[in-house]
């Protein structure tokens, strides 16, 4: 359920949809236009996707000359010869409000209709409140998300950093991730399972920035896995076998090797019995594997629907979706266990969030030796870069969050059903500087406040004014094409690409999967880190101090200001804090 803010800020998406409604001659309200329909949804417009009509232009190189262009191919099958009828120009161009980008004129060229934005007009729009609007997503949403973990679960002892494998330490960060994303977006979120509070995989994931609840090391979840048992003893899909029968979980297939593998492959007399594969047939459960058949109930299964039931205690509404961030090699047991759950009566909808494996060629790390290593290296590169300075407190602060940040952009980066591949050799080093992830972008956040203080020192010795209101600047001094790019690529669109992770879960029909889309945030900061360090290296923000120079400086002072709100906005997804000087 959407609650649809108020106020209307830039919209990349709802310009989109404005300029192909202009171009096809209908208004976004007419019969058919979109009525009732969500953001993620695709409309048609004479047969094409709205969301091709129009290309919104990102390269530098092209947004010299035009911001969106709708080709030639898109405009011949609206128009004879491609030629787009003065009226339905003029209805493009006179856009205005409920999100759309102001325009500045337009033209048809021989690569299609392009359009220029009213650059001066934009940057006054977003930068005149602060920017707020478009630090948070575009919609707000409702619901319960439970977040399930199953590398942290005991299976039977419980995880430590020595036995975590570097595939299970991503499943976590994919989850922490998802958790952040889906609070933002206004989801009540919750974690699964517990951890005894002072184990070291608490201490451990702490480190990464990893928040996960805990509970008192005599904490015991007995009574309640009792309960679980006893509701999957009076299960609808219990089955009784008869004496002598073995026990399968699919027809000999992969899963019930796995299964025999797990219970020693032995008779079990009197054991409990599920019918996997009715559970999905007969409640129409999509996305399953086919060759789930008949498990025997484990003690380490029943801890982990305990747990599940532990999450959703509290849940006040009438159903939640509980997300299973778990690896490939793990899918097909994640699977046994969502089916296992819902034969007890739970009703919750269930989907899964798969990671792709972690390989290290020439090598074999668990997820200690992994931050380890990275720390080590971490440590080299600032004492090669720095000196003698590298030491105390602050500088083992820097040091541990710059390897947090290392270390989740290396397993974040990459989208999460796809294999990620680390170069783990001792002698490889890692850089404080160069655009190669979680470093890069700590390092030029920081550039950002360093920026910053040299302007309030500057302010403390009279040099140069305070930063004023935005009604008091002429924004058209801001002509730059780095300032235009950071505004357009980033600024504005921010917002909805914190609207993706919501808008995965509202899809349906796609089974059991479901793409979050883990690897956005991580992309976004590094591609603008990489344009900000051009910006930065080419322009000198802070000049000369002399009347007729304030107002440019000003002008980029407050989108820098914007930028700085932007980068904290989405390290706190990672659960990163901004570093402050390097």
């Known amino acids: ?19 192909s409604f202009a171009l096809r001659g209908k208004r976004p309200n007419a019969p058919g236009a979109n009525s009732g329909r969500g953001q993620g949804d695709v409309d048609k417009i004479g047969g094409e996707p709205a969301d091709k009509l129009w ?48 325009l500045a004129g337009g033209e048809v060229m021989g690569e299609g209709l392009r359009l220029r934005v009213d650059r001066a007009a934009s940057f006054r729009a977003v930068l005149a409140g602060g920017a707020n609007e478009y630090m948070k997503p575009s919609v707000q949403r409702q619901g319960r998300v439970v977040i399930n973990c199953p590398a942290l679960h005991p299976k039977p002892n419980a995880p430590s950093p020595a ?11 994919v989850a922490d991730h998802t958790g952040a994303l889906l609070r933002r977006q206004g989801f009540s979120v919750s974690y699964c399972p517990v951890l005894p509070e002072g184990s070291d995989i608490v201490a451990f994931l702490r480190t990464l920035g990893v928040d996960w609840p805990t509970v008192p090391a005599s904490w015991s979840g007995a009574e309640r896995e009792e309960k679980v048992q006893e509701a999957l003893a009076g299960s609808p899909y219990r089955e009784e076998d008869e004496p002598g029968q073995r026990s399968s979980s699919g027809g000999g297939g992969r899963g019930s090797q796995m299964e025999e593998e797990e219970e020693g492959g032995g008779e079990k007399d009197g054991a409990l019995r599920i019918n996997l594969k009715r559970v999905f047939q007969e409640e129409g459960l999509a996305g399953y594997d086919p060759s789930l058949g008949t498990c ?39 699977q046994q266990i969502a089916m296992l759950w819902r034969a007890a009566g739970a009703t919750h909808a269930q989907r899964h969030v798969v990671c792709g494996p972690v390989k290290t060629p020439g ?17 080299d590169a600032s004492e090669m870069k720095y000196g003698d300075q590298v ?58 406040h360093t920026l910053f203080d040299s302007y309030e020192r ?57 793409n979050i889309k883990t690897e956005q945030v991580c992309k976004f900061l590094v591609s603008l880190s990489k344009d900000f360090s051009s910006y930065y290296n080419r322009v000198h923000v802070l000049g000369e101090p002399l009347p007729h120079l304030f107002n440019q400086m000003l002008c980029r002072l407050r989108m820098l200001r914007a930028l700085t709100d932007l980068y904290h906005s989405a390290l706190e997804t990672l659960h990163l804090p901004p570093i402050r000087q390097l």
Request: charged share 20%; aromatic share 6%.
């Open 163 to 173: 036995t975590l494998t570097l595939g299970q330490l991503r499943t976590v960060l």
């Open 1 to 19: 359920m959407e609650k649809i803010e108020e106020s209307s800020p830039l919209r990349i998406t709802p310009t989109v949809q404005a300029l």
């Open 55 to 102: 290309f919104k232009e990102s390269s530098a190189k092209n947004l010299r000359n035009r911001d969106f262009l709708s080709p030639t191919t898109m405009l011949n099958t609206l128009y004879a010869d491609g030629q787009v009828p003065p009226t339905v120009m003029s209805k493009v161009l006179s856009l205005r409000g409920g999100g759309v980008l102001p």
């Open 363 to 379: 090598t074999n790390l668990t997820a200690a030796q992994y931050l380890q290593l990275r720390r080590g290296q971490m440590k």
């Open 296 to 334: 025997t109930v484990q003690r380490d299964s029943v801890s982990h629907l305990a747990q599940l039931d532990h999450a959703t205690a509290d849940c006040t509404e009438t159903m939640a979706t509980a997300l299973h961030v778990t690896s490939c090699q793990d899918e097909f047991r994640q």
């Open 458 to 514: 500057g302010v403390e010795k009279g040099l140069y004014p305070e930063i004023p209101e935005a009604s008091q600047l002429d924004f058209s001094a801001l002509k730059e094409e780095g300032e235009w790019v950071l505004l357009f690529n980033y600024l504005i669109p921010f917002s909805e690409l914190l609207d993706q992770s919501g808008q995965s879960l509202d899809c349906e029909g796609g089974g059991a999967r479901v």
């Open 391 to 448: 030491e105390g407190q602050t500088w083992d602060d820097i040091i541990r969050v710059m390897t947090s940040a290392t270390i989740r952009f290396e397993l974040l980066s990459t989208v999460h059903t796809s294999p990620v591949t680390l170069d783990v050799q001792r002698e490889g080093g890692v850089s404080t500087k160069g655009p190669r992830g979680g470093a890069f972008v700590m390092y030029n956040c920081a550039r950002l």
